[in-house]
C-alpha cells in the first residue's frame, strides 16, 4: 500500500507535508479571524476546528507512515532519511545554510510525540475554548506552534534548530498572554521571554563557537563545504571541536536551561502557567520545554567529548529535580504543582542526558508527554469544571461528579509516581538505574529521594481534588459537572498512553525487549547504553523493586493523609490490607512520619526553598537584581542628558581631547 | 625671526580653541555662533597656511567652499534663532532644556 | 586641467550623474515653480515622488552597469549605486509617510519636499565624492537641509529647540570636520581618496605624521558625530524626540545611512594607516555606544525618544564589525551595507505604525499603544514584527543583519566582542518587549475607546505593508539580497586593488 502512495508523492514530498500543514492551518485560520474580526463577525467554529485539528491529525498521520517506512528497512540499514536541502538558504563567502529536514530514529520519536499528543491536545481544546471569544486566533497561535515544534526537532541544522527555537517561545509568549487583560498574565508572558532570551544568548554564543572552531580549521572540501551548522558536518568534524567542548557545550547547555526550565532559570515556568491549560499542557509540560533536552540528545557526539559539561548537565538536573519536587510539596494552586512537577521531571531527563543515557532521558521525554499531557488536561477538565477556580483547597471529593477525569488523572499520577505497570515506571526507572550503574550514587540517591517527594506530592494532589469530603458550597458542588466527550475522550486516551507507553522500553532484566533503545541505538550508538548490563541483572531488579516500593509507600502514605482517611474505598484496603492497616490503625506512624518527614520537609520547602532561594535568591536577587542594576545604570546615563547643549559640547570636546590623546600620543 | 608654518599652524589652533571656549560657555547663542564662524575662519588659516606651505592651489579652492558653507549655515542658523525667539522669547542657550532624560 | 575636462565624454557623465541630478533640479524647481501650481501640494507630491523613482530606476540602470569610473571629484561604482538606493528608498518611504502628516497637522509647504531632495542629493555625494572635500560638502548640504527639516514645524518649541540643538552641535561637529579634512590636506598635499588610500602612513614621518594623526583623529571625531558614537550621541535623543515624527524617520535612517556610507570610504581611504589603533579605538566606541544605548533606552515612555536610544544602540552593532577592516574590508562592508538596509527596513516600519496612529497630535508614548492588538490587529501584529526585528530575533531581517555583523568580528578573532554584543541585545530585549506587551496584554484606556477613528492613510499602510514584507520575507530568503550587496562592495574594494 505505502509502496502504491509512493509512485504518487514522494517520501520526501510527503515529509515537508507534515511542517507545512500546521503552517497552513496556522496561516488559514490566522487570516480567518482576522477577516472575521473586520467584519465584526464569529468566526465558524466548525470550520475553525477542522482547520485546526484536522490538518495536524493529517500531519500525525503521515509521520505515522514515515515511521513505518523507516521500521521497514531491513536491520543492518541506518533508517535515516534526509530530505535535502529545499533550497539554499544563505550562501557567502565561508558559510552555507541548508534549509533541509533530517529524519532518524531520534527525530521520528519526537515527530510521533509532537504531532501525536499536539493533536489530542488540539481535539481538546476544542471542548475546553468552545466559549472563548479568540476561538480562531487561538487555533491559529496552537497550529503555529505546532510548525515550530516540527521545524526545531526535523531541522537537519543547528540554525534551523534555532528558528525552531525562537519560533516556539514566540508563540508560547503569545498564548501565556492570550486572555491579555489581566497585567498578571502580560507581566508573565514578559518574564517568560525575557529570561529565555538570556538562555538563547547562551545558545546562540554557542552557536558562534561552533562556527569561528570549525572556520579556522582548513577542512578537506565535502559536498557539505561550509554547511557548519549541519549536524552532519559538525558531527563529522567533532574531533575539531575536541579543544573547545566544553564551553561550546555550557553555553549551548544555558541555552537549554532557558527553554527547559532548569536552575537558575526556572523561574518563567510557573509563572507561565497564566495561559489556557491546553497550552500549559502541549506546550509547558510536553513538547517546548523539552526542546532542550532534544538539543543535547541531538548533539550528544559534542557532549561525550566534554566529561566536565556532562558532569554539571547531570548535577544541574539532579538538583533541580529534588528542589522543584520539594516545592511541589507545599503548592496550593492545581496548575502550579504541575509547573513544578514539570521542572522536576525535566530535571531527571537531564540528569539521564548527564550521565550518558541519552535514549533513557528520549525515553522519559516520551512517557512523560504522555503522563503530564494527561495531569495537565485532567487539571483543565477539573479548572473548567469549577469554572476557573484553581486552588485545591477548595476542591475535594470531585470522583463522584466526574469519574473519568478522576480516574485517568490517578493513572497519571501513577505514572508519574513510577508505579509498576504505568509509563513512567520504565523510564523513570531505566534512569535512576543507568545513573547508579554509572557510578553517580550521589546522583542516584538525589533522584531516589526525589522520586519519593514526587509521589508524595502528586498523590497530595489526587487526595486533595478528587477524594475526601468536598471543600466547596452546595452550589458549587451541584454546578460541578463532567467535561464534553471531546475532552474525556482526549483523557481516556491519553489515559490509555500513559499505561502501555512504557511497554516499549522493558528492559531485558524484566523479559522485555528493550526495544526504544535498540531503537535510537542508531543515533546514541550502542556503547554507552549496553555496556556490561548482562551482568547487572539482579541488581537492577533489586534496584527497581526498592524504588518501587519507596514510590508506592509515599503515594499510598499521601493519599490516606490528604484524602484524610475516610473516603479511601474498602476494595483498596482489602487489597493492601498489610500497608493499609500500619498506617491507618497505626496512627502513630501517621504522626511520626509527619513529625520526622513531612513537617520538617514543609518546612524546608515552604520556608527555605520556595520563600526564600526561589522567591529571594533567585526573584530578587537574580532576577529583579539584575533589573535593579539595569535601572541604576539608567539613571546615571539619562541624568547626564540634562538637555543643555552645552554640556552636550562639553562632552564633545572631552571626546575631542581622549580621541586626539589616543591617536598621537 | 622667520614666521613658518608652525606660527601659523599654532595662531589657527589658538583660534580655533577660543571658538571651542566661546561655544562651549557663553549662554548667549549669537555669541555661540560668532564663535562657530570663528573655528570655520582657523580651518581657513590652516588650509591656506598649508596651501601656501605645499605650494598646492587646492587649499585655496577649499577656502571658498568653506565659506560658502559657513554662510549657508549662517542663514540656516540665524533662521532657526528668529524661530526660537517667537516661541521662546529668549536667546539664552541654557533655557532651551525641555527635551531631556 | 582643459585637456582632461574634453577627454570626458559628457553623454555618459550626465547619464552617471542623474540619480545626483534629478533631486538636485527636482528640488530647485519645486522652489521655483511649485507654489504657482493650483492644490499644489498634492502636485509636490507626486512630483518628488516621481522624482525619487526616476532617480531610483536610474540608480538601478547605472548599478547594472556600473563600471567603477572616477570622473574628477566622484567615483561610480556599484557601492556609490547602491547607497543611493538605500537613500531613494529611504526618500520614498518618508515621502509616502509626509502626506497625510503634512495636511493634518497643517504644515503644508513646497519646502519640505525639496529640502527632502536636496538633503538626498547631499547623501548621495557623501558616498560618491572620492574626494574629502566632496564628502564634507555632501555632508553639509545634507545637514543644512535636515536642520530646517527638523525644526519644520516653526510653533513647536519642541521642534525648535530640537533644530537649535542639531544645529548647534553640527556646526560644531564640522568645524572639526574641517579642521581634520585641512590637516589631512597638510600632511599628505591632497584631499583624494584613492591617493590617500595608496599613500599610507609608512611614507609620513616627524611633523607630517603628527598633522595627518590630529587630521586622522578629528576626522574621526566629524564623522562619529553623525551617526551620533558616544560621546557624541546626546544631541540625537533630543533632536529625534523633538523633531516632527516624519522628519525623525528620515533622519534615522537615510541621514544614519548615508552616515555610515562615507565612513566606509574614509576608513578604506584613511584609517588602515593605522589598524591596530584604529580597531582599539572602534571598539571602545562601539562597546560604549551600544550599552549606553541600550541602557539611557531602558526606561523611556516616548516611543520617539526610545526608538532614538535604540538608533544610537544599532549605530553602536552597526560599527562592531570595522574592527575587522583591515582583516576582511569585503566582507565587513558589505555585512554594514546590509546591516543599513535591514535598518532602514525596520525602523521605517516602526515609525510608520506611530504615524499611522498620529493624527492630530503625535501619539508616541507607549500608553497611546495600549489595546492596539484589538483596536487595530494589522497595525500590532506589524508593530510586534518591527519591534522583534530590532531586537534581532530570527527568523527577521534583523536577526539577519545582527548575526551577520557578529560573525565579522567572530571571524576576526574578537569573540568576546560578539559577546557583549549579544549581551546588549539581552537587555534590549527589555524596551522593546514595553510597545508589545502594551499592545497586547493592556486595556485602552477611556478615550481611546471614544471615537473608533479609521484614521490610517492609504500611503502610511502602503509603507507598512512594504516594509513589512522586507522585513519578513528578507528575514526569510536573505540570499539573494546578500548577494547584490556583495556584488556591490567586490566592485569597489576587490576589483579596485
Known sequence: MLRTLYQYIAPQTLAWLIVALPLAGATINGFYSLVASRFHKHASHSFTSLIGCGLPVLSFVISLLIFVTLIGFSAGQDPTMITGPLFQWVVTGNLTIDLGLKFDQLSLVMVLIVTGVGSLIHIYSMGYMGHDEGYARYFSYLNLFLFFMLLLVLGDSLVLLFVGWEGVGLCSYLLIGFWFEDPTKAAAGKKAFIVNRIGDAGFLLGMFFIYATLSSHNLPPTEHQYNFFNFEVIKHHSAYLMPVATPICLLLFLGACGKSAQIPLYVWLPDAMAGPTPVSALIHAATMVTAGIYMIARLNFLYVLSPTAMQVVAWIGAITAIFAATIGLTQTDIKKVLAYSTISQLGYMFLALGVGAFSAAIFHLMTHAFFKALLFLGAGSVIHAMGGEQDIRNFGGLKEKMPITAWTFVIGAAAISGIFPFAGFFSKDAILWHTFHGGHISLWLIGFVGAGLTAFYMFRLVGMTFFGQPQMGRGEWQKVHESPPSMGFVLLFLGVLSVIGGWVGIPEAFGGGDHFHHWLSGVFGKMVVHEGMEEGHAAEIILTVVSLLWSLHFAILASVIYAQRREWPTKMAEKFQFLYKLIFNKYWIDELYDFIIVRPLVTLSEKVFWGVIDAKVIDQYGVHGAGRLMIFWNRCVTAVQTGVVQQYLLFFVIGVVLILWGFVF | MMITLTHYLILAAVLFCIGVFGVVVRRNILIIFMSIELMLSAVNLVFLSFSRYLGTQDGHVWVFMVLTVAAAEAAVGLGIIVALFRNKQTIYVDEVKELKG | ??????????????????????????????????????????????????????????????????????????????????????????????????????????????????????????????????????????????????????????????????????????????????????????????????????????????????????????????????????????????????????????????????????????????????????????????????????????????????????????????????????????????????????????????????????????????????????????????????????????????????????????????????????????????????????????????????????????????????????????????SNLLDLIQTSVSSWLVAGK
Open chain 3, 1 to 478: 586641467m582643459m585637456q582632461e575636462l574634453l577627454k570626458i565624454d559628457w553623454l555618459v557623465f550626465l547619464r552617471q550623474t542623474l540619480p545626483l541630478l534629478l533631486p538636485l533640479g527636482g528640488g530647485g524647481f519645486l522652489l521655483l515653480v511649485g507654489p504657482f501650481f493650483k492644490r499644489s501640494h498634492r502636485f509636490n507630491f507626486i512630483f518628488s515622488i516621481a522624482i525619487a523613482l526616476l532617480a531610483l530606476f536610474f540608480a538601478w540602470q547605472e548599478w547594472l552597469g556600473a563600471t567603477n569610473q572616477t570622473v574628477n571629484l566622484l567615483l561610480f561604482d556599484r557601492f556609490t549605486y547602491l547607497f543611493a538606493i538605500l537613500f531613494l528608498i529611504a526618500l520614498i518611504l518618508t515621502l509616502l509617510l509626509s502626506y497625510s502628516y503634512l495636511e493634518s497637522f497643517g504644515l503644508v509647504r513646497p519646502e519640505y519636499y525639496a529640502l527632502l531632495l536636496f538633503a538626498v542629493f547631499g547623501m548621495m555625494c557623501m558616498v560618491a565624492g572620492h574626494d574629502l572635500m566632496v564628502v564634507f560638502l555632501g555632508l553639509e548640504v545634507m545637514s543644512v537641509s535636515v536642520y530646517v527639516l527638523a525644526g519644520f514645524q516653526r510653533s513647536n518649541v519642541l521642534s525648535v529647540e530640537a533644530a537649535l540643538k542639531y544645529f548647534l552641535v553640527g556646526a560644531f561637529a564640522s568645524s572639526f570636520l574641517l579642521m581634520g579634512i585641512a590637516f589631512i590636506y597638510g600632511a599628505t598635499g591632497t584631499t583624494d581618496l584613492i591617493v590617500l588610500h595608496q599613500k599610507g602612513l609608512g611614507m609620513l614621518a616627524g611633523e607630517t605624521r603628527v598633522y595627518a594623526l590630529v587630521g586622522l583623529s578629528l576626522l574621526a571625531v566629524g564623522l562619529g558625530f553623525k551617526i551620533a558614537l558616544v560621546p557624541f550621541h546626546f544631541w540625537a535623543a533630543d533632536v529625534y524626540h523633538g523633531a516632527p515624527v516624519i522628519v525623525t524617520t528620515f533622519m534615522a535612517t537615510a541621514v544614519k545611512a548615508a552616515g555610515f556610507g562615507a565612513i566606509l570610504r574614509v576608513v578604506w581611504a584613511l584609517f588602515q594607516w593605522e589598524p591596530l589603533l584604529f580597531a582599539n579605538m572602534i571598539w571602545v566606541a562601539s562597546v560604549l555606544t551600544m550599552t549606553i544605548g541600550n541602557i539611557a533606552a531602558l526606561t523611556q515612555k516616548n516611543l520617539k525618544r526610545m526608538l532614538a536610544y535604540s538608533s544610537i544602540a544599532h549605530a553602536g552593532y552597526a560599527i562592531l564589525p570595522l574592527v575587522a577592516f583591515s582583516k576582511q574590508g569585503a566582507s565587513v562592508t558589505s555585512s554594514i551595507s546590509f546591516y543599513m538596509l535591514a535598518y532602514i527596513l525596520m525602523t521605517v516600519g516602526a515609525f510608520a505604525v506611530l504615524i499611522a496612529l498620529s493624527e492630530k497630535e503625535e501619539k508616541c508614548t507607549i500608553q497611546d499603544l495600549s489595546g492596539l492588538g484589538t483596536r487595530k490587529p494589522f497595525l500590532a501584529f506589524s508593530m510586534t514584527l518591527f519591534l522583534l526585528s530590532l531586537t534581532g530575533i530570527p527568523p527577521t531581517l534583523g536577526f539577519f543583519g545582527k548575526y551577520y555583523l557578529f560573525l565579522q568580528a567572530v571571524q576576526a578573532g574578537y569573540i568576546w566582542l560578539a559577546v557583549i554584543g549579544v549581551i546588549n541585545s539581552v537587555i534590549s530585549v527589555y524596551y522593546y518587549l514595553g510597545p508589545v506587551v502594551a499592545m497586547y496584554f493592556s486595556k485602552e484606556t477611556a478615550d481611546q475607546k471614544v471615537g473608533p477613528t479609521y484614521w490610517s492613510p492609504q500611503a502610511v499602510l502602503v509603507v507598512i505593508w512594504f516594509t513589512f514584507l522586507g522585513v519578513s520575507l528578507f528575514g526569510l530568503f536573505p
